[in-house]
């Protein structure tokens, strides 16, 4: 049996958002972590004494890993025309997901801090909002919601 084909099953928005623009914020975050780590942190964290030269190793592994994301979506994704593929590498993005969503809670200072949506800045909602939509596309590819499969779409 033929593997389902991830380029004719999954809709046009979630290939945009795994192919195109997820890759491009991952890249855009790991130059981010290497030029400015200072200017990083301090954006992330509103804490402009935190980065030291002792913690940059953290930083450059931070970069690693949005390198790493950016090449399996913008290469591997592109090579490997299977659904089944594409979920699994999904699933595994989703378990990066929810740490980069905790450390973000605790770069703010905890859940209160961060609820205050009102607080926020424009990184703020920036980074947000690059890190939840390409999240929901994954979870949406893992549970196949709008996904077709056998020609017809298996949820909506």
Same mark, same amino acid.
């Given at each position: ?27 855009? %975050? ?33 970069? %690693? ?52 949506? %009102?607080?926020?800045? %424009? ?34």
């Amino acid at each position: 049996m033929a593997p389902t084909k991830a380029s004719t099953s999954l809709p046009l928005l979630y290939r945009l958002t795994l192919l195109y623009i997820e890759p491009l914020f991952a890249l855009n %975050g790991a130059l981010m972590t290497f030029r400015d780590p200072s200017g990083f942190a301090t954006s992330i964290t509103h804490n402009p004494t935190l980065y030291t030269p002792a913690n940059q190793f953290l930083y450059t592994q931070l970069g %690693g890993a949005w390198l790493l994301f950016a090449f399996n979506e913008a290469v591997l994704l592109r090579l490997v025309d299977d659904l089944r593929v594409w979920r699994l590498l999904c699933w595994g993005m989703l378990v990066s997901d929810v740490v980069y969503h905790v450390s973000s809670v605790q770069a703010v200072g905890g859940w209160e801090r961060f609820v205050s949506w %009102g607080l926020w800045n %424009g990184f703020d909602w920036a980074v947000f909002a690059s890190a939840v939509v390409p999240m929901v596309v994954r979870v949406c590819v893992v549970l196949g919601v709008g996904v077709k499969e056998g020609g017809k779409r298996r949820r909506e």
